[in-house]
Nanobody, 121 residues
Framework: VQLQASGGGLVQAGGSLRLSCAAS????????MGWYRQAPEKQRELVAI???????NYAESVKGRFTISRDNAKNTVYLQMDSLKPEDTGVYYC????????????????WGQGTQVTVSS
């Protein structure tokens, strides 16, 4: 299973970006898909996750500004980021938790390569 993230870039404060992450390979289902970010010299933190059934959780810092969604048929997760702030700057990683890839294989976690988001003030 591979996760390919795209959509990062440089944007001014108040602007918007949309991240996409597509999981490829033999996948029967993915329990949770999500986005995490890591700012320089900081630990990776959760941004938002969405369960296969649609339940969503956001970090307090992005509530009301970011929207996560997923297309189960395409094994793709999206993150619409609006009203961006300089503190949103970081490398954004997508993740697939509890991915089922075949009979006899336990559910596993996979991570994308990360995409840089830079918000200028």
């Amino acid at each position: 299973v591979q996760l390919q993230a795209s959509g990062g870039g440089l944007v001014q404060a108040g602007g918007s970006l949309r991240l996409s992450c597509a999981a490829s390979g033999t996948i029967f289902s993915i329990n949770v898909m999500g986005w995490y970010r890591q700012a320089p010299e900081k630990q990776r933190e959760l941004v938002a996750i969405i369960l296969e059934g649609g339940t969503i959780n956001y970090a307090e810092s992005v509530k009301g500004r970011f929207t996560i969604s997923r297309d189960n048929a395409k094994n793709t997760v999206y993150l619409q980021m609006d009203s961006l702030k300089p503190e949103d700057t970081g490398v954004y990683y997508c993740a697939a938790h509890g991915a089922r890839t075949g009979r006899g294989y336990p559910p596993s976690d996979y991570w994308g390569q990360g995409t840089q988001v830079t918000v200028s003030s």
